[in-house]
């Protein structure tokens, strides 16, 4: 039994705390007040907006394409030797397609020997690099093999009696090749993109494979960078040593003489006198015997690590080549879908309606949800339709008959339809690309619409292979990986020893880039020492119409290296600008300093994130709306501070200004939850069953080139035909019936995806608030009604939504405050939306008030007036019910144009008590601390979740009581008997 009882009050203890923690998440009734359903506060649609379109979604709808770019660390197994210790240096490359043994290492070892003027300085040594590169590289490739110590003979000079050449390509040992034209070395990536350049999309012909890839280190003073996070089109060269200067005499005897640079590493030729200038084994194809081939080990093919003897100073680097894992994007023989303007496919299930298609009976057809349906040309409606196996309807009004004509063989531009014999297919230029395939080389469209060629057993195989260059790879990207990345900080620091001539951090062009940094054998990793910004957005859109629907923008700090110091200490100073196109600040100065942002943005110790977006102000909208048609970007800069070390990150993020508002009109035409007015303006509250219509507005519609409409992220159907539009309404693409369904209380967004000639993609959103119509009581003359007043201890106090006091013998007067605030008397009328009032639970109808006489009642719209006289009791119950009923046409439209069934109208109820005074002026109605006045002013104050907390808490009392109450008396009374028996 005591088992029992323990289980049943822990069951009840559950359950009472799981209803408790559901139902506290809820929403107040501030927006809309009463007793009846509340509505989202101005909070919670911001949470909506960041939960339902939040950060991934706004990377989904706007980002770019990311990638993560090649890099390398370099690891010691010794960090404290000895001289003439071994020392091992292994490369820890990461973000390479390639496996490591197909990558190309090129190690440079630098020592205090080489510091000709010995001043401690090496950055005024001519070809440091380069004697750096053959002195490691020459380490690598032989092995402990010394000429001298072997009867090594040299004479057969141009012979190659061993076969140990390597013919290195671009982008590792397993890349095909890199492609150089010279009118786009220089230029990033984007600058190169051709139409659509929304697709990013470059032009074959003007594009390299090889790539310098910027990582956006800052300028120390102000931030400044050139293109973070772009790619530099550059030479496709390697970074292989060149062959050395030498001249000595062989173990036989013979002069050797080379000369610098006089031959060329990976060009698969390595003849005896090339293997005397680097002292290897004519006889032996690998010298070192680690299984690469001579030349193959001095390329450094698969050389991940670099063994030499140290000496004291030495200072180690390594460049890395090979193929990214970042995809290139190429108009021709890439995977990016051509532009072949209608698409045929085979398989309607993915495609969008009015592709056009091949049935599996190869009709050619159209796709209409998913089917392929092939027109018969029989009505005028049909033209232009395609139809049979390849042709297009085309109708005669004279004999009202209809034909199917041939599509022309002949391609007068792209995006028409053509054939090749009885196989249809759209032109791309003057070719006919084929929807299957025909002969053997004709171009055709994969599945996925991208171009290929009929192979030899009829199947449409992707190209691969671009601008008739096969030897090239069309897909990823060829770059280097270094140490570190050059900024101002290391070109302009002539006291540092690891800054060199040539090594590639030579002025402000090479900011950002990795370069040919080095590492000292027994140098510590700096704590702070790459600090990267990591946004959430790629593009940030601020609406000027309405800033609360702008993006916000989320920036926090990653590390690269392996910091030991507690990122909660270090100091973080940030700073937010506006520039242009140029770099150029055009707002005057720091943002945050200026006020002209908001969010969370938090500076010093542990502030190591911030959130922010333009706040409204007329200053920040004045300022993007003086730049319109500039490209603009937010700058945000950090200054990172700890124990004395100091180092500075930077990132922009480009600007997309919506100025395509989206404006909302009632049946009536009269526009609705304008974006000027405040709370409406963020949240339009409709009702369920309602039909508004949306239009896109403001100056920018000219530019806009396409669009689409969205609820809730499905796609709205355009059934303007079926309604009789507003004459404010145009009744063109640029508006949209909008149906509202959906439960009581729900938030829903509506989207407008617009594109602009300049390739901006623009999101708008407007936010429906979905609940039945309500109303709050409100007095028309407090002289004669009011509000009464109710406070809590020694708060102040405030007006009673439920509790009004008045004065017998005089003329009350009370209104209904309609929500939505746009249904007047007139709206009530087209809407079908009646208001009911009841006294004392009566219906105040005809009868009632000739019956009622006395008390002058009278309802004119949303006002009621009425005296209360001596003999009415203390207290009168006035109740207003809003009652939205449903037509039959409505119900009918709902139904065959939406698929919704409606039976139940929508009914609200609200309610107060008319308390007797005998005062003219409004009466505090609870006063001081005692437990009568914590409950009137909580239920009258208290948010609703609070109040959801004490009925809840309320019903589960009485609950128990019932259920476990009544166990325990039942179980005392049989504890009684037994005792009196």
């Known amino acids: 039994m005591k088992k029992n009882k323990i289980f049943n009050k822990i069951l009840y203890l559950i359950l009472l705390m799981s209803l408790l923690l559901a139902n506290s998440i809820g929403t107040a009734q501030a927006l809309f007040g009463g007793s009846g359903p509340s509505v989202p506060s101005v909070g919670e649609v911001i949470d909506k907006v960041e939960k339902h379109y939040g950060f991934d979604g706004s990377i989904l709808r706007r980002s770019q394409k990311k990638g993560d770019y090649p890099q390398v660390e370099v690891f010691f197994n010794k960090t404290s030797p000895k001289k003439g210790d071994e020392v091992t240096a292994t490369a ?112 074959t012909n003007q594009i390299t494979r090889c790539y310098r890839h910027n990582f956006g280190f800052s300028l120390p003073e102000d931030y400044s960078i050139g293109y973070p996070g772009e790619d530099l089109i550059i030479e496709c060269e390697h ?29 698969g030729e390595f003849t005896t006198k090339e293997e005397a200038c680097w002292g290897l084994d004519p006889n032996n194809s690998d010298t070192d015997g680690d299984g690469f081939l001579d030349e193959a080990d001095l390329v450094g093919l698969g050389q991940s690590q670099l063994t030499w003897k140290f000496e004291p100073g030495d200072r180690v680097g390594v460049v890395i080549e090979g193929t990214s894992m970042v995809p290139t994007n190429e108009s021709e023989g890439g995977p ?39 027109s018969d040309c029989d009505d005028s409606s049909n033209e ?26 002949v391609c007068a531009s792209s995006g028409d339809l053509c054939r090749k014999g009885n196989i249809i297919g759209t032109c ?94 027994s140098e510590e990793s700096e704590d702070i020492l790459k600090p990267t910004l990591i946004s959430n957005v790629s593009e940030a859109q601020v609406d000027l119409n309405n800033l609360n629907y702008s993006d916000y923008i989320k920036i926090k700090v990653a590390f690269d290296n392996q910091t030991t110091i507690d990122p909660d200490f270090i100091k973080y100073n940030w700073s937010i600008n506006l520039r242009n196109e140029n770099e150029v600040d055009i707002a005057g100065g720091d943002l945050i300093s200026q006020d002209w942002v908001e969010g969370e943005i ?210 009350i007067s009370l209104k209904a405050d309609i929500v939505p605030n746009y249904l007047d008397s007139a709206s009530l009328t087209t809407e079908n939306i009646v208001l009911e009032w009841y006294m004392n639970d009566q219906k105040v109808t005809t009868d009632f008030i000739v019956k009622n006489s006395d008390n002058n009642i009278e309802v004119k719209n949303e006002t009621i007036k009425f005296k209360l006289l001596e003999n009415t009791s203390r207290s009168t119950s006035l109740t207003l019910k809003v009652v939205k009923k449903y037509t039959e046409d409505e119900k009918d439209d709902l139904k065959n144009n939406w698929g919704v069934n409606i039976s139940r109208n929508l009914i609200f109820e609200k309610s107060i008590s008319l308390k007797k005074s005998v005062d003219s002026s409004p009466v505090t109605e609870v006063k001081g601390s005692s437990i009568s006045v914590f409950m009137a002013s909580t239920l009258n104050n208290a948010p609703e979740y609070f109040i959801f907390i004490i009925k809840t808490t309320i019903v589960f009392i009485l609950f128990w009581f019932l259920l476990y109450g009544f166990s325990y008396w039942f179980n005392q009374e049989v504890k009684l008997k037994k005792l009196n028996d």
Not at 126 to 146: H, P, W, Y
């Open 92 to 203: 820890m490359p990461k973000h390479f397609k390639n496996t490591g043994e197909q990558l190309y290492y090129t190690w440079f070892l630098i020592r205090a020997s080489d510091d000709e003027d010995g001043d401690d300085k090496f950055s005024d040594e001519s070809d440091l690099i380069e004697k750096a590169k053959q002195r490691a590289m020459g380490i690598v490739a032989r092995g402990d093999f010394d000429y001298m110590f072997y009867e090594t003979d040299y004479s057969s000079g141009s012979s190659d009696p061993d076969e140990d050449g390597y013919e290195a390509s671009y982008g590792g040992g397993d890349g095909v090749g890199g492609k150089s034209t010279g009118s786009s070395i220089g230029k990033y990536e984007f600058e190169c993109y051709v139409e659509p350049t929304e697709k990013q999309i470059v032009d």
């Open 239 to 267: 970074k292989f040593p060149s062959s050395p200067e030498k001249d000595f005499y062989d173990s036989w005897g013979n002069h050797i003489e080379c000369k610098e640079g006089e031959f060329d590493l990976g060009d």
């Open 336 to 374: 990016t879908v051509i532009g072949l303007g209608e698409r045929i496919t085979y398989n309607c299930s993915n495609a969008s309606n009015g592709d056009y298609c091949v049935s599996g009976g190869m009709s050619f057809g159209e796709c209409v949800d998913g089917e392929c349906v092939s």
């Open 384 to 409: 232009g339709n395609p139809c049979g196996t390849n042709g297009i309807c085309s109708y005669s009004t004279i004999t009202e008959t209809g034909s199917c004509d041939e599509v022309s063989t």
């Open 428 to 521: 791309m230029g003057s070719e006919c690309v084929l929807s299957r395939c025909g002969a053997i080389g004709d171009k055709c469209q994969t599945d996925t619409g991208t171009l290929g060629t009929c192979d030899f057993n009829g199947y449409c195989q992707e190209d691969t292979d671009s601008a008739g260059d096969q030897s090239m790879n069309p897909y990823y990207k060829i770059t280097w990986a270094g140490l570190d990345v050059c900024d101002q900080e290391k070109v302009g620091n002539d006291d540092k020893d690891d800054f060199l001539e040539d090594d590639e951090c030579e002025n402000g062009y090479d900011y950002g880039f990795p370069y040919l940094a080095t590492k000292k054998v």
């Open 602 to 811: 938090n500076q010093g110790v542990g502030a190591s994130s911030i959130k922010f977006r333009g706040k409204k102000s007329s200053d920040f909208k004045n300022t993007l709306d003086s730049y319109s048609g500039q490209k603009l970007h937010f700058f945000i800069g950090l200054d990172i501070v700890e124990s004395g070390k100091r180092k500075k990150a930077s990132i922009k993020i480009p600007i997309i200004v919506n100025d395509v508002p989206i404006k909302i009109y009632d049946k009536n035409g009269s526009e609705i939850c304008k974006l000027t007015e405040d709370l409406y303006g963020k949240v339009c509250p409709v009702y369920p069953g309602q039909t508004v219509y949306a239009v896109y507005g403001g100056g920018a519609e000219g530019n806009i080139i396409g669009h689409s409409w969205e609820l809730e992220g499905e796609k709205l159907l355009d059934k303007k035909s079926d309604y009789s539009l507003p004459s404010v309404v145009p009744n063109n693409s640029s508006s949209i019936v909008v149906p509202i369904f959906g439960s009581s209380m729900e938030l829903q967004t509506l989207t407008l995806k617009t594109r602009k000639e300049n390739g901006d993609e623009i999101v708008s959103e407007r936010f429906l608030s979905i609940a039945k119509p309500m109303a709050k009581i409100k007095s028309n003359d407090e002289n004669t009604a009011w509000p009464i007043k109710v406070n809590e201890g020694d708060s102040d106090e405030k007006d009673s939504e439920n509790v009004f006091g008045y004065k017998t013998g005089e003329l």
